[in-house]
């Protein structure tokens, strides 16, 4: 069975401050792991993801996540937000390749000015 | 932009009807999953069509039904609606069996239960 836990509904930060959202999963097979953002009224595009090789991945915008399987984690990072982050942002998991996908219960970015 | 469309973009229903949305997939793609994302929540899987068969479910009552046609388009269909199903539902096409392949999602489909 696949789950993801994101930790923390909201999270807000300054523009130009880092952005780290956390996500940590539950899979009884290796996982593939992914980044969803959603804005208002739409649905999801794939920022980034890891299925297999390197652990450190780089998406678009400038997001990049890093899968680190010791600790069951693959948080979603950016060095400098900007005011166009401000979105929802899921964490999923899926078992192969099929995109059955698990998704977290979301994050909410805020971007202060 | 994704080539997946979904419709109709909202609709309103009364509790006890039954409803159908439609999916259009992405050219190529050969697979179509549908989520429920309820107001606040993550999506949750519902089904996945595959050559016009379900291809894996997730916890969904029998009266969330599908089918997928010859050019992979698909339907959802909802009987006996309850208030709880009021959600978004969206649709993601892919290819199966690709390793690397990318699921991309429609804009989905409001409904409302009321």
């Known amino acids: 069975a696949q789950s993801v836990t994101q930790l923390g509904s909201h999270v807000s930060v300054s523009e130009g401050a880092l952005v780290l959202l956390r996500c940590n999963y539950s899979s009884s097979v290796p996982p593939y792991l992914f980044w969803y953002v959603q804005y208002p009224n739409q649905g999801l595009q794939l920022l980034l993801k890891?299925?297999?090789?390197?652990?450190l991945v780089k998406g678009i915008n400038g997001f990049e996540a890093e899968f680190k399987k010791s600790e069951t984690s693959f948080h979603l990072t950016k060095p400098s937000a900007h005011m166009s982050d401000a979105a929802e942002y899921f964490c999923a998991v899926s078992a192969d390749t099929g995109n059955q996908f698990y998704f977290g219960t979301g994050t909410s970015l805020t971007v202060i000015p | 932009e994704t080539g997946v469309t979904q419709s109709p973009t909202h609709l309103i229903k009364t509790r006890g009807q039954q409803v159908t949305l439609r999916c259009s997939s992405q050219s190529g793609h050969n697979t179509v999953s549908w989520y429920q994302q309820a107001l606040g929540q993550g999506p949750q899987f519902i089904f996945q069509?595959?050559?016009?068969?379900?291809?894996g479910r997730g916890n969904f009552p029998p009266r969330f039904s599908g089918l997928q046609f010859p050019n992979y388009s698909s339907e959802l269909n909802v009987n006996a609606l309850e208030l709880d199903d009021s959600a978004l539902y969206l649709c993601?096409?892919?290819?199966?069996?690709?390793?690397?392949?990318?699921?991309?999602f429609g804009q989905g489909t409001r409904l409302t239960v009321v």
């Open positions: 890891y299925t297999t090789g390197a652990t």
């Open positions: 069509y595959y050559r016009e068969e379900e291809n």
């Open positions: 993601a096409s892919s290819h199966q069996g690709q390793l690397n392949t990318e699921a991309f």
